[in-house]
């Protein structure tokens, strides 16, 4: 059964920096395979913000995080990490991992009913 935990997340200042992780196991995790950041407020739908492909390539973003933030795989920690500058306020939300046991194209990864592994969310919260 294949699992993804997130890890980081805190409180910072607006215009500071900040990363989260998210750590896949199992007994087989494929290149092809699809992990995503998603974001959630309080009040708010679960909303897309960055995603690539286990195997590494090109990541995609929201525009309200393009330019800011960072989605990269570390092979070192195998791991698939979001680095977020210049945190806004309105960025504040739980933060959850998701991966699909598939390759999705660009226009597909903000689809959340496409992923079938969730992790629980980390909270990352921005002062302004």
């Known amino acids: 059964q294949v699992q993804v935990v997130e890890s980081g997340g805190g409180l910072v200042q607006a215009g500071g920096s900040l990363s989260v992780s998210c750590a896949a196991s199992g007994p087989m995790i494929f290149n092809y395979y699809t992990m995503a950041w998603f974001r959630q407020s309080p009040g708010a739908e679960r909303e897309f913000v960055g995603g690539?492909?286990?195997?590494?390539?090109?990541?995609y973003y929201s525009d309200s995080v393009k330019g800011r933030f960072t989605v990269s795989k570390d092979n070192a920690k195998n791991t698939v990490d979001l680095r977020m500058n210049n945190l806004k306020p309105e960025d504040t939300a739980t933060y959850y991992c998701?991966?699909?046991?598939?390759?999705?194209?660009?226009?597909?990864?903000?689809?959340?009913?496409?992923?079938?592994?969730w992790g629980q969310g980390t909270q990352v919260a921005v002062s302004s």
């Open positions: 998701a991966l699909a046991t598939a390759t999705l194209n660009g226009g597909q990864m903000p689809e959340s009913s496409r992923y079938n592994i």
């Open positions: 690539t492909w286990w195997g590494g390539g090109s990541s």
